[in-house]
T-cell receptor
Framework: GDSVTQTEGPVTVSESESLIINCTYS????????LFWYVRYPGEGLQLLLK?????QKGSSRGFEATYNKETTSFHLQKASVQESDSAVYYC?????????????FGKGAKLTVSP | GPKVLQIPSHQIIDMGQMVTLNCDPV?????FYWYKQILGQQMEFLVN????????KSKLFKDQFSVERPDGSYFTLKIQPTALEDSAVYFC?????????FGPGTRLTVL
């Protein structure tokens, strides 16, 4: 089946340092999956951070970036300079190419703690 | 932004009893989902639902599970009877197209 493997937490980074959370995927039933990063801030529900549906493209949001690399089947999340407010749990996920109504497959999540 | 609500936030129940988990989706959404997360594991898809029908269910969606959304009210997940392995956090999601909005989860503890 389809699966996602990502850096598992906890990940601790000092404020203003750079961050990378690794994500690789295996999509046996989908040739070109849609790729997502979701984030859960403390006390809140899971929310979409960014999404990329085309191989080779980069998505960005709130200073975070991720590039869809079909050759290495990776979708690593990066940020050049993190802030305390970025402390949260980050989940990599994949979905069907024609994604309306279809399921998502998630990684285990990486808990990021940004220290002041 | 749009919010999905889940009621209750925590439910403790004895094995063999019935439980209903409630989800209040975003008002104009058309697709509804349930996911299950056991402690320390990834969130896994259970079922999705559209136009009054189940679209797809995973192998985790046992015969004891059922979903419904009568007349546009809550989207519910019913487990009857419950088993110890049903202890998990259950997340509801809804979408208009492919962007899913998630609720905060219901923690189910089966004793």
């Amino acid at each position: 089946g389809d699966s996602v493997t990502q850096t598992e937490g906890p990940v601790t980074v000092s404020e203003s340092e750079s961050l990378i959370i690794n994500c690789t995927y295996s999509a046996t039933s989908i040739a070109y999956p849609n790729l997502f990063w979701y984030v859960r801030y403390p006390g809140e529900g899971l929310q979409l951070l960014l999404k990329v549906i085309t191989a080779g493209q980069k998505g960005s949001s709130r200073g975070f970036e991720a590039t869809y690399n079909k050759e290495t089947t990776s979708f690593h999340l990066q940020k050049a300079s993190v802030q305390e407010s970025d402390s949260a749990v980050y989940y990599c996920a994949l979905g069907m190419q024609q994604g309306t109504g279809s399921k998502l497959s998630f990684g285990k999540g990486a808990k990021l703690t940004v220290s002041p | 932004g749009p919010k999905v609500l889940q009621i209750p936030s925590h439910q403790i129940i004895d094995m063999g009893q019935m439980v209903t988990l409630n989800c209040d989706p975003v008002s104009n959404h058309l697709y509804f989902y349930w996911y299950k997360q056991i402690l320390g594991q990834q969130m896994e898809f259970l079922v999705n639902f559209y136009n009054g029908k189940v679209m797809e269910k995973s192998k985790l969606f046992k015969d004891q599970f059922s979903v419904e959304r009568p007349d546009g009210s809550y989207f519910t997940l019913k487990i009857q009877p419950t088993a110890l392995e049903d202890s998990a956090v259950y997340f509801c999601a809804s979408s208009f197209l492919d962007k899913q909005y998630f609720g905060p989860g219901t923690r189910l503890t089966v004793l």
